[in-house]
């Protein structure tokens, strides 16, 4: 098999609150080869952007990398010094967040914006920056680039900030473009746009997208490879067919279960998962999602299980499958 | 459903009645210029007694005025409101406040960080003097919190210790509380996580069961808005593009903003949503300030005529109960 474009491995992270240790991330394994588009979905405090983070090497304190490794592209990146991963950010590695108004500077325009990253990254002189500014604006679908330039953040709607957003990210043609909810502040005409814009330009310029969020909707849509995390764990990845399809985790049951769909000819009533989500200050002691589990059984709620690989792509972490395998083995041993 | 012939949707036992809604909001511009931006811009709708009447639109088409100004908490600048048959447009809204509610989209924001859940959801009932006695007024509090799935410890609690989904069944049962017949739910889910927000939607379907309400749900999730809805609203710039039964809204519309917008809805099945062809549209919605003349989407859609240019195409009405204004049909 070729080498990962990115492997984290047993990834721990926690933040150290005045009210106690967060372990937002607690052993995370992830790798992606190149040219995947992975989706990793979770909700609130699952750790999908601290996971985010942490391959831009943008913890900041109280969070600190307690553990495991994280390999992109030949760095290790949790062992890199801010100035070493300074050369790396934008150039090799990019990110988008969700919302386009904040993460983009009011003082300064469009144009200095995008030029910032070229003049930090590349030998290009002032002129060939500034061409190759307005060439990623029309990349990005932005009319009259030449006029845009010469804006502010203000200036321009939500859609196009985040079409900014991306141009600054592609600037460098980056291997990887990290994005994080990209389109949630965005309205669903608007979202359109901008998911299939981030598919046009993944084949141009032959880029891996990692797509954090919450809509099960959108990472249907775009991932090939999908990674659902719950308060701070990897709880089930596989391919996108395997995830929707086959399920084998509970919360991954739930999920899809709970969610209405607008193609359902039916009005059929919505099975919610109970409980709450987990306070990541008094996690459970064993799987995290077990007090919200329809089957949890007391193992549960001691001991977290180990992945079961139900394919070669795709693997969940569950007590159930666990006691399958284990009964199965009995069964084939007599 | 008949049509009057001023253009008005009216059914036989409509509890809202919603005609020739407007609601400008004066903004300054230049020295002495004074302009509007048309938030809502002549809508009529009316909803049935137990009946859910969805909205949906994008940000800025109006739908969260809509269902403010239905219980006036802005002052409409022309139209009536009408509920229960009682026009109530220039009314003196207190006897009504107890009938109309509203849940709100943030459960963070809308909840007094200072009172206790018991007297959040005591409040309304102290406003309007329902509660005779001490006791009384504590067996509805609990009453409301069983009903919103909560339980009678919680009373004493302050919203910080709760998390997104149960606070907003705080304000659902400060809502309850009244014992109301109309509830607007202004986007209610949308702060919630994607496994809370079942639990919600399926206790508004309950509630709606057992206590007969009748909802105005205002949401930009169209999944949700058509799994909860009888009917659909779809709203574009502060005007009603079309009206129709939540099925039929979304698998026979004809509107193409209603198409783009259902298409451009992301379906959580990877087979279906590689199958499924999307419109996607051009540019973003104009400013509510200068609005385009004549039909409003014009600037985005596909079809666009010179006739949409200078006439303002009407709702009206193609099948039993499906509305549209488009020139084009």
């Known amino acids: ?334 | 459903m008949i049509m009057t012939k001023d253009n008005h949707i009216k059914t036989q036992n409509a509890l809202i009645e919603v005609l020739n809604l407007k609601q400008y909001f004066p903004v300054k511009s230049g020295l002495f210029g004074k302009k509007f931006v048309k938030a809502v811009d002549d809508v009529s709708f009316s909803i049935e007694r137990g009946e859910t009447l969805g909205l949906v639109g994008e940000s800025g088409c109006g739908k969260t005025t809509t269902g403010r100004s239905v219980l006036r908490l802005y002052e409409p600048t022309d139209g009536r409101i009408i509920y229960n048959g009682t026009d109530i447009t220039n009314a003196d809204m207190k006897p009504y406040r107890q009938k109309m509610q509203i849940v709100f989209q943030d459960p963070y924001a809308s909840l007094d960080p200072r009172m206790t859940v018991g007297d959040i959801i005591g409040e309304p009932i102290d406003i309007n003097k329902l509660a005779a006695s001490k006791k009384e007024r504590n067996d509805i509090i609990m009453e409301m919190l069983g009903r919103v799935g909560l339980s009678s410890e919680h009373a004493n609690r302050y919203p910080h210790e709760f998390s997104g989904g149960q606070r907003q069944r705080i304000g659902i049962a400060r809502a309850l509380a009244v014992n109301p017949e109309f509830i607007v739910c202004d986007e209610p889910i949308s702060a919630l996580d994607v496994s809370i927000q079942a639990q919600i939607v399926n206790m508004f379907e309950d509630l709606q069961e057992k206590m007969g309400l009748t909802y105005l749900f205002i949401a930009h999730d169209i999944s949700v808005v058509k799994h909860i809805s009888n009917r659909i609203g779809v709203m574009y710039l502060g005007k009603l593009v079309e009206l129709a039964e939540s099925h039929e809204l979304v698998f026979h519309n004809v509107h193409p903003y209603t198409r783009s917008l259902i298409s451009a809805v992301p379906i959580p099945d990877p087979v279906n949503s590689r199958k499924r062809t999307r419109i996607i549209l051009e540019g973003d919605v104009p400013s509510p300030l200068n609005p385009p003349s004549g039909c409003r989407f014009r600037t985005r859609c596909p079809y666009a005529t010179e006739r949409c240019k200078t006439e303002e195409p009407k709702l009206t009405e193609i099948s039993k109960g499906h509305y549209v204004a488009c020139h084009n049909i």
């Open chain 1, 1 to 334: 098999m070729k080498k990962p474009l990115l492997d984290i491995k047993n990834l721990r992270l926690s933040f150290f609150t005045p009210a106690g240790e967060v372990k937002a991330l607690n052993d995370v394994s992830i790798s992606m080869q190149e040219g995947d588009v992975l989706g990793i979905v979770g909700e609130s405090g699952s750790g999908k952007s601290v996971t985010a983070s942490s391959i831009m090497g943008l913890i900041a304190h109280p969070g600190k990398i307690t553990g495991g490794t994280i390999d992109f592209n030949g760095h290790r990146i949790n062992e890199m010094t801010e100035k070493e991963m300074r050369k790396i950010r934008g150039k090799e590695v990019s990110m988008i967040f969700q919302d386009p108004m904040t993460s983009l500077n009011p003082v300064y325009t469009i144009g200095n914006q995008i030029q910032e990253v070229i003049n930090l990254h590349t030998d290009l002189n002032k002129k060939m920056a500034y061409e190759r500014s307005v060439e990623l604006l029309e990349l990005v679908g932005i009319n009259e680039p030449e006029k845009r330039l010469k804006q502010y953040p203000h200036e321009l709607s939500g859609g196009m900030r985040q079409r900014v957003m991306i141009a600054i990210a592609l600037a460098c043609e980056p291997k990887l473009l990290i994005a994080d909810e990209p389109t949630t502040a965005l309205d669903v005409t608007i979202q359109a746009q901008i998911l299939e814009l981030m598919m046009e330009l993944k084949n141009k310029v032959n880029m891996s997208i990692i797509m954090i969020t919450h809509d099960l909707g959108i990472v249907a849509n775009m991932c090939n490879r999908i990674v659902v995390m719950y308060a701070g764990k990897v709880v089930e990845e596989g391919t996108a067919d395997e995830i929707f399809y086959n399920p084998r985790h509970e919360y991954t049951k739930g999920l899809l279960r709970s969610i209405p769909k607008i193609d359902s000819e039916k009005h059929e009533k919505l099975i919610p998962i109970d409980g709450t989500p987990v306070d990541m200050l008094n996690p459970p002691a064993g799987c995290p999602f077990a007090p919200r589990c329809g089957e949890c059984m007391k193992i549960c709620l001691k001991r977290m299980p180990e992945f079961t690989q139900i394919t070669g792509t795709h693997k969940s972490a569950c007590w159930l499958l666990q006691k399958e395998a284990f009964e199965q083995e009995r069964r084939s041993a007599k």
